[in-house]
C-alpha cells in the first residue's frame, strides 16, 4: 500500500478532484439510494465541482445517466414505505442486476448485498456500517467507492 503523496502530485494522480473534506459522520441514511447504492461515497457527491445531493435528493447537480436512472423513477419503489428497491416483490429487477454486477466487478461493492443488509438490519445500522468500512484508515476521510486510491490523502487500498 502506499501512503499519502504531496498536495502536488495529489491533484495529478487522484480521479476525483475532491471537495470539502467528508467524514464517516457525513454518511447518513437521506444518502443511501433506492439500489442500495450509498451516494456518500460515489464521486458526484464528493467531488469539487458540480455535486450531486445523492438520488433521493432534487435533481440539481445530477448527470443526464441518474435523472434517466429507471431504478430512481420506478414506481414500486416510489410506493414503498422504505423507498428501497428492497421492499420489491420483483427483486431483483434486470437493471438492478446489471448495475450490481458492474459494482461488484468495478469497484467493490454490492448493491444487492446492501439491500439485503437494510432489510434484515435496518438502515441506521446499515449506515453505521458503511462509515467503518469507507473510512480512510490514513486520514479518516470518506473513500470514493469509485476510485482506488482516497481522493483527500491518495492512500490506495484494496
Given at each position: 500500500?502506499?501512503?499519502?503523496?504531496?498536495?502536488?502530485?495529489?491533484?495529478?494522480?487522484?480521479?476525483?478532484?475532491?471537495?470539502?473534506?467528508?467524514?464517516?459522520?457525513?454518511?447518513c441514511a437521506e444518502l443511501?439510494?433506492?439500489?442500495?447504492?450509498?451516494?456518500?461515497?460515489?464521486?458526484?457527491?464528493?467531488?469539487?465541482?458540480?455535486?450531486?445531493?445523492?438520488?433521493?435528493?432534487?435533481?440539481?447537480?445530477?448527470?443526464?445517466?441518474?435523472?434517466?436512472?429507471?431504478i430512481r423513477k420506478c414506481?414500486?419503489?416510489?410506493?414503498?414505505?422504505?423507498?428501497?428497491?428492497?421492499?420489491?416483490?420483483?427483486?431483483?429487477?434486470?437493471?438492478?442486476?446489471?448495475?450490481?454486477?458492474?459494482?461488484?466487478?468495478?469497484?467493490?461493492?454490492?448493491?444487492?448485498?446492501?439491500?439485503?443488509?437494510?432489510?434484515?438490519?435496518?438502515?441506521?445500522?446499515?449506515?453505521?456500517?458503511?462509515?467503518?468500512?469507507?473510512?480512510?484508515?490514513?486520514?479518516?476521510?470518506?473513500?470514493?467507492?469509485?476510485?482506488?486510491?482516497?481522493?483527500?490523502?491518495?492512500?490506495?487500498?484494496?
Open positions: 500500500m502506499v501512503g499519502p503523496i504531496g498536495a502536488q502530485q495529489e491533484a495529478v494522480m487522484l480521479k476525483v478532484r475532491p471537495g470539502e473534506k467528508r467524514t464517516p459522520q457525513a454518511l443511501i439510494a433506492p439500489c442500495g447504492m450509498n451516494c456518500g461515497l460515489c464521486m458526484c457527491y464528493l467531488r469539487k465541482k458540480i455535486t450531486c445531493g445523492g438520488c433521493r435528493s432534487g435533481d440539481e447537480g445530477k448527470s443526464k445517466s441518474v435523472l434517466a436512472c429507471t414506481e414500486a419503489v416510489r410506493a414503498s414505505v422504505s423507498v428501497f428497491c428492497s421492499d420489491c416483490a420483483k427483486l431483483p429487477c434486470p437493471r438492478l442486476k446489471r448495475l450490481d454486477v458492474r459494482y461488484r466487478k468495478k469497484y467493490r461493492m454490492s448493491m444487492l448485498e446492501n439491500l439485503r443488509a437494510i432489510r434484515e438490519d435496518g438502515i441506521e445500522p446499515f449506515v453505521e456500517s458503511e462509515r467503518k468500512r469507507w473510512t480512510c484508515p490514513e486520514c479518516g476521510g470518506v473513500q470514493c467507492v469509485h476510485t482506488t486510491e482516497c481522493i483527500y490523502c491518495g492512500f490506495a487500498w484494496a
